[in-house]
């Protein structure tokens, strides 16, 4: 994989919430390619959240609460989760044939990622990105604030 210094790709776990955790759960395997590695219920059985990843990407899906709601109450979203793949190609094609709204078609970035994004059936946003040049921020008119990378 490529380095690239306007992107890094960092290690976080990030808690998505849903209102029907298994609807979201299947179709995120099955658009998205992610695996499911462990999955918990409540006390009285419902599906509460399930731990997923798309090769080194790891999401917790969580069932949405009064102070967790989902984009699909909320009637918007409020922000994208980058998702780093090697195939970017392959994964937009199979993204499309499985019918997802997408957001932003795929293209190449002014500061070295090749992307799309695409919303899931209950309104998160999710980017699919690959490092396609190394690019210092500089370049592109960013301005860096410290050379600590």
């Known amino acids: 994989m490529v380095n690239n210094r306007s992107v890094p790709a960092n290690i ?3 808690h998505i919430y849903y209102d029907n955790v ?5 179709w995120l395997t099955a658009t998205f390619g992610f695996r499911e590695y462990y999955r918990f219920e409540q006390p ?10 798309l090769d080194s990407a ?10 967790q709601i989902s984009p699909a109450k909320l009637g918007y979203s ?3 989760l980058m998702i780093f793949v090697e195939d970017i190609d ?4 199979r993204t499309k044939l499985a019918g997802a709204n997408i957001v932003e078609a795929l293209n ?3 500061y070295g990622e090749r992307h799309y994004v695409v919303q ?20 592109w008119g960013a301005v860096i604030a410290s050379s600590s990378m």
């Open 22 to 26: 298994e609807t979201s759960l299947n």
């Open 78 to 80: 409020t922000q994208t």
């Open 58 to 67: 790891w999401v917790m899906l969580k069932n949405s609460n009064p102070s």
């Open 120 to 139: 899931d059936i209950e309104g998160h946003h999710w980017m699919f990105s690959k490092h396609v040049r190394d690019v210092s921020p500089d370049e």
């Open 90 to 93: 392959l994964h937009y094609e």
């Open 108 to 110: 190449e970035t002014e």
């Open 12 to 14: 976080v776990l990030p």
């Open 44 to 53: 009285d059985g419902q599906l509460h959240g399930a731990l997923l990843h």
